[in-house]
């Protein structure tokens, strides 16, 4: 004889029918939308469609205790509901990415520098850069909802989608994407979960099989093999880290205060005559030094060197084509944490850079 279906059991099943429904209804929602729907109308299906099953769960808890009537075959309908939602939901989702209503940038909001975007433009413009990879996630989107509705391919539907969706939803965490888009993630993701519960032994059968008697005295040596594996990976990644140069105590981007050349007067060096369009400077990975003159598409850039004396820093660094280089060797002073003085020579002038820091 079966158990019955106990309260739990019916309890999530109702709980996550809210949450799809209410999903389904900030899904309408969604700019774009047609103009038949009103936001006044998505309020009102969100409202009922959230309220409606937790209201009905008592009456439906009540009733059954009453009639003593078995809960499966409704929890099975229940369960039916909820793929079919989470199927249209991932569906519509797939087709939006096909159609191009997704990862769409303004042209205006692309031509901006990528450090004054936030972490939502950057992933649209980001993940909007390659059709067709929009495409094939659309694709397993659209294939994978289509499963969900079939009882029979309902545990490949889910299992194909969950990763996925696990992504997506990692991605509208960690990049501050607008909370409706985080909702709705959230609430997909949780209807995979909750159908996968639904194999749950089947699934521990498949993923974590018995360990057959004939292979038992091998599990020791893959365990050792796992070790020395992760140890040697571990090793080559943290050499290759040493191997890098040493942060700089002036990592960071700067705008140029004030450009001094001594006594007023530049020299004919062409070098020196560039170096007062000069806006601004950067201590940049792996100590590579760049000077910017007034856009990102004019600069000059090469390796420096750091070193600490007793009064101040000295940093060396030899820029320009190799036919007619800018050497500058210059005395980094400190001044506060954010702003630092650059004085030296550069091809045969005596220059002082002030720097104030921008991140």
């Known amino acids: 004889m079966k158990e019955p279906v106990s309260f739990g059991r019916k309890f999530f099943a109702i709980l996550l029918l809210s949450f799809l429904l209410f999903d389904i209804a900030l899904l309408i929602g969604t700019p774009p939308r047609p103009v038949w729907i009103s936001q006044e109308f998505v309020f009102i299906v969100a409202v009922l469609g959230f309220a409606g099953p937790l209201i009905a769960l008592p009456i439906w808890q009540y009733r059954q205790r009453r009639t003593g009537s078995d809960a499966r075959p409704a929890i099975q309908r229940i369960d039916g509901i909820s793929a079919c939602l989470t199927a249209f939901g991932i569906m519509t989702f797939g087709y939006k990415k096909l159609f191009h209503l997704q990862f769409r940038t303004p042209l205006s909001v692309a031509d901006k520098a990528m450090s004054g975007l936030d972490g939502e433009t950057l992933t649209w413009y980001y993940f909007g850069h390659s059709a067709t990879f929009g495409g094939i996630i659309g694709f397993l989107q659209i294939g994978g909802a289509f499963l969900l509705i079939f009882r029979r391919t309902r545990l490949a539907g889910a299992l194909l989608l969950l990763p996925v969706m696990v992504n997506i939803l990692f991605v509208n965490i960690f990049y501050q994407m607008n909370p409706g888009a985080l909702l709705q993630s959230l609430f997909l993701t949780l209807g995979l979960v909750y159908l996968l519960a639904g194999y749950y032994k089947r699934l521990i059968g498949i993923l974590f099989p018995p360990v057959e008697p004939g292979i038992q005295?091998?599990?020791?040596?893959?365990?050792?093999?796992?070790?020395?594996?992760?140890?040697?990976?571990?090793?080559?990644?943290?050499?290759?880290?040493?191997?890098?140069?040493?942060?700089?105590?002036?990592?960071?981007?700067?705008?140029?205060?004030?450009?001094?050349?001594?006594?007023?007067?530049?020299?004919?060096?062409?070098?020196s005559t560039a170096i007062l369009n000069c806006t601004k400077v950067y201590f940049d990975l792996d100590n590579v030094l760049v000077l910017e003159y007034g856009s990102p598409d004019r600069r000059l850039m090469a390796k420096y060197t750091c070193e600490k004396t007793d009064r101040a820093w000295t940093v060396k660094s030899r820029l320009g084509n190799k036919g007619d280089p800018i050497i500058l060797i210059a005395k980094a002073d400190r001044k506060t944490r954010d702003e630092i003085s650059l004085t030296g020579r550069l091809s045969g002038d005596s220059i002082t850079l002030d720097l104030s820091r921008i991140r």
Request: charged residues 20%.
């Open 217 to 271: 005295g091998r599990v020791g040596k893959q365990w050792l093999g796992a070790a020395v594996i992760g140890l040697f990976s571990f090793a080559y990644v943290l050499q290759l880290h040493h191997t890098l140069p040493p942060e700089s105590p002036f990592y960071g981007a700067y705008k140029v205060k004030d450009l001094r050349v001594k006594d007023g007067v530049v020299g004919h060096s062409r070098d």
